[in-house]
T-cell receptor
Framework: AQTVTQSQPEMSVQEAETVTLSCTYD???????LFWYKQPPSRQMILVIR??????QNATENRFSVNFQKAAKSFSLKISDSQLGDAAMYFC?????????????FGTGTRLQVFP | NAGVTQTPKFQVLKTGQSMTLQCAQD?????MSWYRQDPGMGLRLIHY???????DQGEVPNGYNVSRSTTEDFPLRLLSAAPSQTSVYFC??????????????FGAGTRLSVL
């Protein structure tokens, strides 16, 4: 069974600085997707970024980028030029690309605080 | 385009009562899912559907029923509510094809308290 681990329950960063959130996962599959979701206090789940395992290039979305290390099963999220609006819970998630399933496996989340 | 709509947003039940959480999506997505979110545990899959008429169990299915009679709707039924079902519930949908393939879009959630 696949698992997702986020070992940092809380992180903090100063506005305009850079912060990296860690995520590791375990799977025996070779084809899968990895995601970072943001959950602000409104509790709405918002997709931040998606990585397809067969793509070696790291995904980037504006100030958000990932460091995907497939052999190490590591998928960290880097937030550059942090803004107050980035304060939220961040969840790492895994999804099989080979099974016809709608199952996302989530980590336990990292709470990010942004200080002015 | 409303996306994924969940109703109600809040609900308080007494132990033993039944209710249905509604979920509707207008994006013609094939896949739909229900998750529960408990403090410190992330989101856990309850049930999911890969198309109308097809449902399957997730990680924590006990105490919940689902059905999928149309592509748009995927209601979650609690037959006899228990305090352990106090949680925040999320419905999600995702397309099977296209650029957004396998990206899950979430509703705003339902906060349920069982007394």
């Amino acid at each position: 069974a696949q698992t997702v681990t986020q070992s940092q329950p809380e992180m903090s960063v100063q506005e305009a600085e850079t912060v990296t959130l860690s995520c590791t996962y375990d799977t025996s599959e070779s084809d899968y997707y990895l995601f970072w979701y943001k959950q602000p206090p409104s509790r709405q789940m918002i997709l931040v970024i998606r990585q397809e395992a067969y793509k070696q290039q790291n995904a980037t979305e504006n100030r958000f980028s990932v460091n995907f290390q497939k052999a190490a099963k590591s998928f960290s999220l880097k937030i550059s030029d942090s803004q107050l609006g980035d304060a939220a819970m961040y969840f790492c998630a895994y999804r099989s690309a080979t099974l016809r399933t709608d199952k996302l496996i989530f980590g336990t989340g990292t709470r990010l605080q942004v200080f002015p | 385009n409303a996306g994924v709509t969940q109703t109600p947003k809040f609900q308080v039940l007494k132990t033993g009562q039944s209710m249905t959480l509604q979920c509707a999506q207008d994006m013609n997505h094939e896949y739909m899912s229900w998750y529960r979110q408990d403090p410190g545990m992330g989101l856990r899959l309850i049930h999911y559907s890969v198309g109308a008429g097809i449902t399957d169990q997730g990680e924590v299915p006990n105490g919940y029923n689902v059905s999928r009679s149309t592509t748009e709707d995927f209601p979650l039924r609690l037959l006899s509510a228990a305090p352990s079902q106090t949680s925040v519930y999320f419905c999600a949908s995702s397309p099977y094809r296209g650029m957004a393939k396998n990206i899950q879009y979430f509703g705003a959630g339902t906060r349920l308290s069982v007394l």
